[in-house]
């Protein structure tokens, strides 16, 4: 409520908008030095926005296949009894676990130690790590297999000399297609398919899978299972986990080795994060670097323009006004880079995206933390240069 | 309190042991003179007009201007008083490159608050009143010195201050452009503003009805001519 008469004692002011003008007129006197030194920050920023953006997209790959996949796949494997010695499952396994409230499907397998070879020819020694196992129909339908060429055993072929052969089997026997004849314990088997690979079960990959009537034909297989895949509603995993290992034997109920394979799946995934986090830790040193850059540029720009800031000060500017127009420019150029830095980052994880065929995911959150840290940045490294421009005395426009 | 230069035994001292730069300078300019400060290079002028528009503070005696009390005011004080009653011409015009005319004569009144609109209308019109108004869009190396000097002059006045400083404007320009610009602080000055020239000059010095000759720091002769009011 200042009368017209009182006050020659009007204030020094400087209004908002002016501040942002006063903040780029550095920018654009010296544009390349800007952009350079921008370019550090948004080198940091684009690397740890890669680096979070592609590990958020090989994550939502992982959790799409385990969505696929389904998390809710139990296997019953022996174990070790109390003395240490090794178990078998009974042939009824399969039966029981059936009869258990909320199990949907069961399935075995059971691995024989019988060799599997090209042709009666082949180095008996080199078995190529190829076990033959012997599945029912439902096994494929348990873990979520799936056929890549041929058929999978069906109640007719597994009576007779047909095997199916996991993915990676068939590579290392060179099949390539159903037809071929493999030698399987001294007897030719037909392949009849070829599966896909079975992230859930990867043994599957390096099986030769024959049928039970076959199997106990040519090789006296008892019926005992070295595994079962059983399936049930997502809420009863827990309770089917504990159940499992009672009803397979209930008089020695740890005999039996429960395990979920989806977790094995997740914890890979886990150990790719811890490495993320390394990667995110690299990227914040160049961030800081960076960040570096720009307190160095802004500290020569004060240098050079200790003129102008003596102008400004004769102008009427305070040391406030001064302070605020070089953090201004130091935030204005990390914001810069920022922005850059974001797009740079984005663009990477899509080409990353793209090439491994990730659905590109990129959270919000890691944006709005980029530019929250460049605006850190920024006044973090804009503050020292700041200050000294407003420590310059006004004086220094005059002295030539 | 009527002058707007107030100066009783003004000391400035720099360094130790101490330097002095002005070793006690009396003087008074009232409102409406125009008044030239020479003395030969290294007599203290520059520090003199440092502490005349309170760029810097006396470290002895009391310096008033526009009737307030350097020693007492803080920075902010300070600039708000540089901002609306002190107006700046530098030797080296010290005009931003790169920015047109207008724009440098509206910096004139960043700091006063004033919306850039009508800093720039201002600025139209303090150019109208030095005679560059056909130059408005031009950006400082598209003009002569005397006329960059001139947008200099524009800038200083644009806020309309009661005291004009201006610190060897001549010192770089040719005798002829030289001329125009102190006809200029003639003009302004019949309109009422107070001028204050410094300068090594004492042709130029000559040609003001006020001179006040500095030496090693102190006021050695305080000329005034007959029918001026002193």
């Known amino acids: 409520m200042s009368t017209a008469l009182a006050p020659p004692r009007a204030r020094s002011r400087l209004l908002g908008r002016d501040v942002l003008r006063l903040g780029t007129t550095g920018l654009r006197a010296r544009p390349t030095r800007a952009v350079l030194s921008a370019l550090g920050i948004a080198i940091g920023i684009a690397a740890m926005i890669a680096v979070v953006g592609?590990?958020?997209?090989?994550?939502?790959?992982?959790?799409?296949?385990?969505?696929?996949?389904g998390t809710n796949l139990l296997t019953a494997t022996p174990g070790k009894s109390l003395l240490g010695k090794a178990t078998t499952l009974p042939a009824d396994a399969v039966g029981k676990i059936g009869r258990i409230d909320g199990v949907q499907s069961v399935s075995s397998i059971a691995v024989l130690s019988v060799p599997v070879f090209r042709s009666p020819l082949s180095d008996p020694d080199a078995t190529g790590g190829i076990t033959t196992t012997v599945a029912d129909d439902a096994l494929l339908r348990v873990v979520s297999g799936s056929v890549r060429s041929g058929d999978w055993l069906n109640p007719a072929t597994s009576g007779f000399p047909a095997v199916v052969l996991g993915h990676a089997a068939a590579e290392r026997l060179g099949v390539v297609s159903p037809?071929?004849?493999?030698?399987?314990?001294?007897?030719?088997?037909?392949?009849?398919?070829?599966?896909?690979?079975?992230?859930?079960?990867?043994?599957?990959?390096?099986?030769?899978?024959?049928?039970?009537?076959?199997?106990?034909?040519?090789?006296?297989?008892?019926?005992?299972?070295?595994?079962?895949?059983?399936?049930?509603?997502?809420?009863?995993?827990?309770?089917?986990?504990?159940?499992?290992?009672?009803t397979i034997t209930p008089q020695s109920p740890s005999d039996v080795e429960v395990s979920r394979p989806s977790d094995a799946l997740a914890a890979r995934n886990a150990a790719n994060?811890?490495?993320?986090?390394?990667?995110?830790?690299l990227g914040s040193i160049a961030l800081l670097v960076g960040g570096i850059g720009v307190a160095n540029t802004m500290v020569i720009s004060v240098l050079e323009r200790r003129r102008?800031?003596?102008?400004?000060?004769?102008?009427?500017?305070?040391?406030?006004?001064?302070?605020?127009?070089?953090?201004?420019e130091a935030l204005l150029l990390s914001a810069l880079g920022g922005?850059?830095?974001?797009?740079?980052?984005?663009?990477?994880?899509g080409v990353m995206a793209l090439v491994n065929d990730w659905p590109f995911t990129l959270p919000a959150v890691t944006i709005a933390a980029a530019v929250a840290s460049t605006l850190v940045i920024g006044a973090v490294a804009g503050f020292y240069p700041a200050i000294r421009a407003a420590r310059t005395p006004p004086t220094a426009a005059l002295s030539s | 309190m009527n002058a707007i230069i107030s100066l009783e035994d003004v000391q400035r001292s720099y360094g130790e042991p101490p330097v002095l730069a002005c070793a006690g300078v009396t003087l008074t300019v009232e409102?409406?003179?125009?008044?030239?400060?020479?003395?030969?290079?290294?007599?203290?002028?520059?520090?003199?007009?440092?502490?005349?528009?309170?760029?810097?503070?006396?470290?002895?005696?009391?310096?008033?201007?526009?009737?307030?009390?350097?020693?007492?005011?803080?920075?902010?004080?300070?600039?708000?008083?540089?901002?609306?009653?002190?107006?700046?011409?530098?030797?080296?015009?010290?005009?931003?490159?790169?920015?047109?005319a207008v724009d440098n004569v509206a910096d004139g009144l960043l700091y006063t608050g004033v919306?850039?609109?009508?800093?720039?209308?201002?600025?139209?019109?303090?150019?109208?009143?030095?005679?560059?108004?056909?130059?408005?869009?031009?950006?400082?190396?598209?003009?002569?010195?005397?006329?960059?000097?001139?947008?200099?002059?524009?800038?200083?006045?644009?806020?309309?201050?009661?005291?004009?400083?201006?610190?060897?404007?001549?010192?770089?320009?040719?005798?002829a452009s030289g001329a125009a610009v102190v006809e200029l602080l003639h003009e302004l000055n019949r309109q009422g503003t107070t001028?204050?020239?410094?300068?090594?000059?004492?042709?130029?010095?000559?040609?003001?009805?006020?001179?006040?000759?500095?030496?090693?720091?102190?006021?050695?002769?305080?000329?005034?001519e007959p029918g001026v009011a002193a």
Do not use: M
């Not at chain 1, 070295?226 to 986990?241: G, I, K, L």
């Not at chain 2, 004492?202 to 000759?213: D, G, H, K, N, Y």
């Open chain 1, 54 to 69: 592609i590990s958020a997209s090989s994550q939502a790959r992982l959790n799409d296949e385990l969505d696929r996949l």
């Open chain 1, 179 to 246: 037809g071929t004849q493999i030698w399987l314990g001294s007897n030719y088997f037909t392949v009849v398919g070829i599966l896909d690979p079975v992230p859930l079960a990867p043994d599957l990959d390096r099986a030769a899978l024959i049928g039970g009537p076959v199997a106990k034909e040519l090789f006296g297989f008892d019926g005992s299972p070295t595994t079962v895949y059983e399936r049930s509603d997502d809420a009863a995993v827990d309770r089917v986990r504990s159940l499992l290992g009672p």
């Open chain 1, 273 to 281: 994060q811890a490495f993320t986090g390394l990667l995110v830790g």
């Open chain 1, 308 to 328: 102008e800031i003596g102008l400004r000060r004769a102008l009427g500017a305070t040391r406030w006004h001064v302070l605020v127009q070089f953090l201004g």
């Open chain 1, 339 to 349: 922005v850059f830095g974001c797009a740079l980052g984005t663009a990477v994880t």
């Open chain 2, 31 to 100: 409102r409406g003179e125009l008044v030239a400060i020479v003395g030969p290079s290294g007599s203290g002028k520059s520090t003199l007009l440092n502490i005349i528009g309170t760029l810097d503070r006396p470290t002895g005696g009391v310096a008033r201007i526009d009737g307030l009390a350097v020693a007492d005011l803080d920075d902010r004080a300070l600039s708000a008083l540089r901002a609306h009653r002190i107006g700046f011409v530098f030797q080296q015009f010290h005009l931003a490159e790169g920015v047109t």
């Open chain 2, 115 to 175: 919306p850039r609109a009508e800093r720039r209308r201002r600025a139209v019109t303090a150019l109208g009143r030095v005679g560059l108004s056909h130059r408005l869009g031009h950006r400082p190396n598209q003009l002569s010195g005397g006329e960059r000097q001139r947008v200099a002059i524009a800038r200083a006045v644009v806020g309309d201050p009661p005291l004009l400083l201006a610190d060897e404007p001549t010192g770089n320009l040719d005798s």
């Open chain 2, 195 to 224: 001028v204050v020239v410094i300068t090594h000059d004492v042709e130029l010095a000559e040609t003001l009805p006020r001179r006040i000759s500095i030496r090693d720091g102190r006021v050695v002769d305080d000329f005034a």
